[in-house]
């Protein structure tokens, strides 16, 4: 079979026609499928079971320190669930705070203190004359966009290369506008490529020098332990370090969350940062919060141990997760590889698939994916405003469906992009 | 023994001889007594350790609504937790929505929106030209006092009388001043001085006619189950249906939690108000968080049930909390009932007893227990920046020592107390 674009009217109406009938065939199930969002399976739910033993009433509920977890108290976090969450975000255990269960939630509540109360000091954002400006790494993660949509912050689409964001136009803005106060990165196993920045990259972020002194590098970490592979893990270098190297250690913001290691909504998140940033975010802290829960601190620094014990249980996770992608990447390959109607990135961690159809399909393809049963995230999701100027980024989501479910919703995926696409090629040949 | 006042100057020096020797007494034993916070004591927390238990490997994890409470969702609490939470604030299930472990969160964040984001609509109130004002009963909660501080709201003494706020000066502020934006209240059982407002006071609070649309009542029910005797309770109309009855439903943000009926720090909060409130709560909701931990949530509803098992579950904390309250009750009373240097109200529920001693020597007792090893709330940490006007107010905190150690403390207290107030009398008589 040639590629698309290579076909004459002829020979793309026949496969119309084909592809056409296998979809009316899938739609008569009337099934019901969400790749929406990066939810867990129950099945890897399941790995975490022995967490709800790890506790009960006759358990000594003290910390190391001695303080009774049940009562009021210690407003940073238990020290051995500091320990864990800085050896997962790799940062000393003087660079922690420990948050409640949702690192989306510690973003929030940063950029909502820097409007308030600015950052370290500086004016805040809610006083400044100008709109304050983000710099958008695309495509990215919605529910950052969102956070600074709704302070009313500017954001500015940096394309993604393989090696990270596009370094020349970041340091262009950072370096030069002082109303740019932040970027948003996923460094690792992007949300939505699945890219990790590469070692340059990184570099390049802790020579930056912000024209504006409150500008912070907001380091999601989200996927840092979540890898498909042993044997083929990327590698990120550690960004708190190379700043402090570079002699500015307050210039970033790292968030990580056990969502996606324990419990999503039940797991423990935390801010890793500068000392100097981690002393002005506590005098705010203790003004907002007596303490989060140090029960559940417990009980995941109880059930995982160590850092090792938590890479034992991600690579139970990897298991699950691994066949799910591979179903969906041959699937691709398979169906698409050869038609050049869309491109996509075998990622070897984190929680998605991006694929990029032609420019103008995206939505077409999620509508139409839709008509079998099949639920996306939105298109234009992954890029600030929910605008994808080349209306062409799908996201993927395949842990949630089972390997049954995944089977036939690639299936529907393929066919809408094919069909979509078929259509925009017979409109240009018009 | 005579009071104080109208002894001559060589019996007050003969009592002080009397006195100093026995606080040098208890001096010596190098004691060490909290009664800073409201803190449960490790008996009180003993209590719910049953709730330890009731969720483990083996049971469904599912919600009523057939949701893993594992995995991402509901952003606004499930169900049955609302059922027990809305019972508990006394409002309908669809007025409430859970949050995480502290209601001091939900008021901080219901604050930080405000100055950020208006209140419905309204304009933000980091845009206003002049300063925002909350009014604050005194003597009241310092963490209260703190929130609006830290945003940068100036405060207004109000002060309390037995039937609750100063309602006169309530409505000529809230009634004619438009940047009069919230009253900070704790209506039963108030902390410090566990007073319940009167069904009066409640109906005067519905019927305000606010300046300000964005004008809300900050209804901190901390200590709505908090009863210390079955048969003597207070009780406070419900004020969500009488601002219903007035035709402003909106008017009022209800908070609670159950940090002092489960575990400080490991409980569950919620804020109570009409639909178009928690409708506009929700949009910034959906931003911050993807929801709270539903697995706590869940813990909390399959241990108490129902109302009905959080009613039962408070008497058995009221059994503990009685005696001591009694103990230092009894011990004003025996000590400095025939004194006149100092006045108590007989709290019926609630954490605090409040005392106020001769004008001008509040600072001079806490500092005078703290030689003997006891330490109390900050004298002047019951109002706005810590400032008591007549240095008098001092909140004593009897939950958290044992009844042995409150046994010692009353008498270091009380001792405090003679020897600061025979110092005054008698630098008055000079």
Redesign the interface.
């Known amino acids: 079979m040639p590629v698309y674009k290579e076909m004459s009217k002829e020979e793309l109406l026949q496969e119309k026609t084909a592809l056409e009938a296998k979809f009316e065939e899938i739609k008569a199930r009337n099934l019901k499928l969400d790749m929406t969002?990066g939810?867990?399976s129950?099945a890897q739910?399941d790995l975490?079971?022995?967490m709800?033993?790890v506790?009960?009433?006759s358990?000594d509920?003290k910390c190391e320190a001695g303080v009774?977890?049940?009562?009021?108290?210690i407003l940073d976090g238990i020290d051995e669930a500091k320990e864990l969450l800085a050896d997962m975000t790799e940062v000393s255990k003087d660079n922690i705070i420990i948050y409640?269960?949702?690192s989306?939630?510690i973003m929030?509540?940063t950029v909502?203190r820097s409007?308030?109360?600015g950052v370290m000091g500086s004016t805040?954002w809610?006083?400044l004359d100008q709109p304050v400006k983000f710099l958008c790494p695309v495509p990215g993660y919605d529910?950052h966009f969102?956070?600074t949509e709704?302070?009313g912050i500017d954001m500015i689409n940096i394309p993604m290369t393989t090696t990270g964001p596009d370094m020349d136009l970041v340091e262009q803005y950072v370096n030069n506008d002082p109303m740019v106060k932040g970027i948003w990165c996923v460094p690792k196993y992007s949300n939505p490529q699945g890219l990790t920045y590469s070692d340059e990259t990184v570099r390049r972020f802790a020579r930056l020098k912000p024209a504006a002194e409150d500008f912070r590098i907001y380091w999601d970490n989200a996927y840092g332990v979540h890898h498909l592979y042993d044997d083929k893990q990327d590698n990120l270098v550690e960004i708190l370090m190379e700043c402090k190297k570079e002699g500015h250690p307050d210039m970033v913001f790292k968030f990580c969350s056990t969502?996606k290691v324990s419990?999503?909504?039940?797991g423990v998140a935390a801010i890793g940062a500068s000392k100097a940033n981690l002393e002005y975010i506590k005098k705010?802290m203790t003004?907002?919060?007596?303490?989060?829960?140090?029960?559940?601190q417990l009980r995941h620094v109880r059930y995982f141990k160590d850092i090792h014990g938590m890479v034992l249980h991600m690579r139970k996770h990897a298991e699950i997760l691994r066949p799910k992608f591979e179903m969906v990447l041959n699937g691709l390959e398979r169906e698409l590889g050869d038609k050049e109607i869309g491109t996509w990135i075998n990622p070897r961690g984190g929680y998605f698939i991006s694929f990029d159809s032609l420019p103008g399909c995206a939505k077409a393809i999620v509508a139409k994916a839709k008509e079998a049963g099949l639920v996306m995230t939105a298109a234009g999701a992954t890029f600030p405003y929910g605008k994808d100027p080349l209306d062409s980024n799908i996201r993927i989501a395949p842990s949630y469906p089972t390997l049954e479910e995944l089977e036939v919703a690639t299936e529907i995926f393929v066919l809408s992009v094919k069909l979509v696409s078929i259509d925009k090629i017979l409109a240009e040949k018009e």
């Open positions: 969002r939810k867990p129950a739910l975490a079971m022995g709800m033993d506790l009960n009433s358990t509920l009774d977890c049940r009562n009021y108290g409640g269960n949702s989306l939630n929030y509540d909502s409007v308030t109360h805040p809610c006083k529910r969102a956070i709704h302070f969502s419990f999503p909504g039940s705010q003004i907002q919060t007596i303490g989060h829960d140090k029960l559940n």
